[in-house]
C-alpha cells in the first residue's frame, strides 16, 4: 500500500484553511470552475453573492461531502432522488424542502424553503468539503446572469483578485459534465429543472 499522498493534498488543505476563516476560494469541483465558501457563514455567503453581483433573492448550492450532512439539509428526501443520484453517471443537484434545523446562512434556501444540494463524487472537492466539515456554498465563477464555458481561463480576472484563495488544480483541464438539477416534492414526484 502507498503513502503517497494526492499532488493536491496541500493545496486542498489550504483551501480549507480559508474556508474555516471565512475566506471565499475559487476551485474546480465536480462540474466547472466555482467560488464557494462555508455556507454556514453569513458574511462569507453575503461576500460570495456581492463579488458575483447576485440578486439577494437567488439561492446558492450546496456542496456536501456524505449522505447524513445531506440528510441533515434534506431530511424529506424521498427514496427516488437517493436511487438517482447512485444511478447517475454525472453529478445531480437535487432541490427539496430544507429541513428546519438546516443551519445555512441566509442566501442558501429559496423564498419557498427549497435548497439545491449536491453530493459529491469526487476526490479532491470531497476532501475540501469533509476538511470544512460544514456544506459549501457553490456557484459558477461567473458574472450573475452571464454564461460561462465553466473553464478556469474564462474566469474574469476581477473576480480572480476579489477571491482569498485561488485553485490550482485542474486549472488546464476541460470542465466537467454539468450536474442534472432535479426538484422533488413530498410525494417523491419530481421535475427535470436543467438536464
Not at 455567503?45 to 440528510?71: Q, T, Y
Not at 485561488?166 to 486549472?171: L, Y
Amino acid at each position: 500500500m502507498s503513502n503517497r499522498q494526492p499532488n493536491w493534498k496541500t493545496e486542498a488543505i489550504e483551501l480549507v484553511r480559508v474556508l474555516r476563516s471565512g475566506g471565499v476560494v475559487l476551485t474546480s469541483t465536480d462540474t466547472v470552475w466555482g467560488l464557494a465558501c462555508d455556507a454556514t457563514q453569513p458574511e462569507a455567503v453575503g461576500r460570495m453573492a456581492a463579488m458575483k453581483g447576485r440578486p439577494e433573492e437567488k439561492s446558492f448550492l450546496a456542496l456536501v461531502a456524505d449522505d447524513p450532512l445531506m440528510e441533515r439539509l434534506l431530511p424529506d428526501l424521498p427514496e427516488s432522488a437517493w436511487e438517482l443520484m447512485e444511478a447517475s453517471d454525472r453529478p445531480v443537484t437535487v432541490v427539496a424542502q430544507a429541513g428546519p434545523r438546516h443551519g445555512l446562512a441566509a442566501g442558501m434556501v429559496r423564498e419557498d424553503g427549497s435548497l439545491g444540494v449536491r453530493r459529491v463524487n469526487d476526490p479532491y472537492l470531497e476532501f475540501i468539503a469533509r476538511g470544512l466539515n460544514q456544506p459549501l456554498a457553490s456557484t459558477s465563477a461567473n458574472w450573475s446572469g452571464e454564461a460561462s464555458d465553466g473553464t478556469f481561463g474564462n474566469v474574469p480576472a476581477s473576480l480572480i483578485e476579489a477571491v482569498d484563495a485561488v485553485g490550482t488544480f485542474r486549472r488546464d483541464a476541460p470542465p466537467g459534465s454539468p450536474s442534472w438539477v432535479v426538484q422533488f416534492d413530498a410525494e417523491g414526484r419530481f421535475k427535470v429543472l436543467r438536464p
